[in-house]
């Protein structure tokens, strides 16, 4: 079971250049999230999907776009890539039944990107 | 301010030793309060949730007090494999999580 698995795991970008992060699921779980860490911020929420065909900003959201492609895969995409989104990103997933009830989340292993 | 908040640490304990972490929140209308554990370079895992009751799981425990708007957790008779950054994590509204910073625990033998 593999749960939420990422690729790549490491990536090294030249500014202005565009990539896309993968991730996905085999869980069932119906939301998916893209956060990024950085050294004494804790993890920051870029974008969420709570259910297939829909996506929504989270705090962190410039520079970044995402698609949810089916219930299984959600992918965030650099369109032209700064050395400030040099970080490691999480995708997330939960099994959402309803608004209001909070469910824990599944990782990823992480995509360390840096951005030169 | 920030919306959750904790103590950075680093906590240097031996084995054996009973420690203890706090988190802040500064949203009343939070509903579902989580600690993570993240060990380094990989990815947070789920510790256990936190009940309004407290709850315990093991040699960890878990609190909440809504009226101060903190969550804590104990670890008792530490081991060197708890040597980890502890995350409390918060959910506002939905399933939108926020995360603390995290506190550094570090057990010596």
Known sequence: NAGVTQTPKFQVLKTGQSMTLQCAQDMNHNSMYWYRQDPGMGLRLIYYSASEGTTDKGEVPNGYNVSRLNKREFSLRLESAAPSQTSVYFCASSYSPGQGLGQPQHFGDGTRLSIL | ?109
């Open chain 2, 1 to 109: 301010r920030k919306e959750v908040e904790q103590d950075p640490g680093p906590f240097n304990v031996p084995e054996g030793a009973t420690v203890a972490f706090n988190c802040t929140y500064s949203n009343s209308a939070s509903q579902s309060f989580f600690w993570y554990r993240q060990d380094c370079r990989k990815e947070p895992k789920l510790l256990m949730s936190v009940y309004s009751s407290g709850n315990e799981d093991g040699r960890f425990t878990a609190q909440l007090n809504r009226a101060s708007q903190y969550i804590s957790l104990l670890i008792r008779d530490s081991k060197l494999s708890d040597s980890a950054t502890y995350l409390c994590v918060v959910i506002k509204y939905g399933n939108k999580l926020v995360f603390g910073a995290g506190t550094i625990l570090r057990v010596k033998s």
